[in-house]
């Protein structure tokens, strides 16, 4: 396990911020997840309370992804064939779109939330190839979904944040070192937050915490953290995320820790362009589809 964050740095990165709390429909979600026997047209009901919400899950579901043989049509009908635990998750990541995006129309913000559903999208179909259950394909989403949430807080307070940001990384700086010099935070605390906040499991909490300090998330001894973390990692690398949100071509992190990355999932660099291919035969793009 990561080592436990330090209060003292958890009050120092909150200053001037505001996490916000864990939606109603998702509290009365989860409390009907902790019963014996959960029912799930109940839980249907809770969902489609909110039209907006119901309406861009079965808009997901449906999706070209999920690669479903038959259209879903309700979300009661989504529960019964994903699985409440998917669809539940899914509603979670809209509902932090939803909250974090809301009246926001800059390009920037625009980009975060269209990478961070690209990057979910792969870490979910990486997890898919390499045989994990549907537990931690559902995880892998949520992770990509909610590991840059702590983002839109500090670019919310701060419109030069990706002019900033860019020259950091240009400059061969590290994402945490950049945002406590100019912001006196981090996006991976916030984040961090933001997850436990929402009811996240400890493991994604603490991938979220540490997902820009290889250094520490690679001598963890839980090795489902690191094989998160490695997921999610090569899934960046392979959706372009820096070069999404930052216009930079190469991702210094990768670069440092790319090869130790990979060892945690047993690959090497010869193998991704095979893997891209397969990502490009489910839609998926890819850098390898960008040169």
């Known amino acids: 396990m990561t080592t436990a964050l330090d209060m003292a740095l958890i009050e120092r990165a909150l200053t001037g911020f505001t996490i916000p709390p864990r939606p109603e429909i998702l509290q009365h979600i989860q409390q009907q997840l902790a019963t014996n026997e959960p029912s799930i047209s109940r839980i249907a009901a809770l969902i489609n309370l909110d039209v907006g919400i119901a309406g861009f899950t079965l808009k997901v579901v449906n999706s070209a992804f999920f690669g479903l043989r038959q259209k ?17 998750a899914l509603v979670r990541s809209i509902l932090l779109r939803f909250t974090l995006a809301e ?18 999208t792969i870490t979910m179909a990486l997890a898919k190839h390499f045989n994990l259950d549907q537990a931690a394909q559902d995880d892998c989403y949520s992770l990509g979904l909610f590991h840059n949430a702590g983002i839109a807080l500090i670019s919310e307070q701060a419109p030069q ?23 006196q935070t981090c996006h991976e605390v916030l984040g961090f937050l933001i997850a436990q906040s929402w009811g996240l499991t400890p493991e994604l909490c603490n991938v979220i915490a540490y997902h820009h300090s290889p250094a520490l998330i690679l001598q963890s001894d839980n090795g489902y953290e690191q094989q998160l973390f490695a997921l999610l990692k090569l ?5 372009g995320e820096s070069r999404l949100l930052y216009q930079i071509n190469v991702d210094p992190e990768w670069q440092t820790y790319g090869g130790a990355i990979l060892d945690v999932l047993e690959l090497d660099s010869l193998s991704l362009p095979d893997f891209a291919e397969l990502l490009h035969r489910q839609d998926i793009q890819t850098v390898y589809s960008l040169n």
């Open 72 to 88: 879903i049509t309700s979300i009661e009908h989504a529960c019964k064939y994903l699985g409440l635990s998917r669809v539940v």
């Open 235 to 239: 899934a960046e690398f392979f959706s």
């Open 161 to 183: 944040y990706a002019s900033l940001m860019q020259l950091g990384l240009q400059a061969g700086r590290g994402y945490s070192e950049i945002e406590e010099q100019h912001f």
């Open 103 to 120: 009246g926001r129309r800059d390009p920037f913000s625009q980009r975060l939330w269209s990478s961070a559903l690209h990057t979910a």
